[in-house]
């Protein structure tokens, strides 16, 4: 297999996996929205209810709060452990290194927050 078949390839596994335009990903996103928002199926029959049920979103909202204060008020975002008593403040600067840059220098209750929903 040449360069030029492998590079096509990673890219078409890349495109898949970020959700691109036409990707197996993407569309599942997009269903998956669409039943958070409780969207119209679209196979409703005339004359029949057209209630969607917005359990999804519920459940979801419901949990959010549980799941930011897990991940958030704990302090640090990352612990890093030493392997030996002489990595200990190697891995305590690691651990408020990666607090700073998620937490103060981006907006880590934000990112974190879009994650999980």
Sequence with gaps: MDDLKL??????????????????????????????????YGNEVDGRSQVVSRDLSETIDWAMPVLMRTFVQTGNIAEFDPVGEEDEPQAQQESDY????????????????????
Excluded: C
Aim: no cysteine; hydrophobic share 35%; charged share 25%.
């Design 7 to 40: 590079l096509s390839i990673i890219k078409s596994h890349r495109t898949d996996s970020l959700g691109g335009e036409s990707g197996d990903l993407s569309t599942e996103r997009a269903a998956a929205m669409d039943h958070y928002h409780g969207r119209p």
């Design 98 to 117: 990666m607090h700073q840059v998620l937490m103060k220098d981006n907006a880590g209750v934000m990112f974190i927050h879009d994650t999980l929903k």
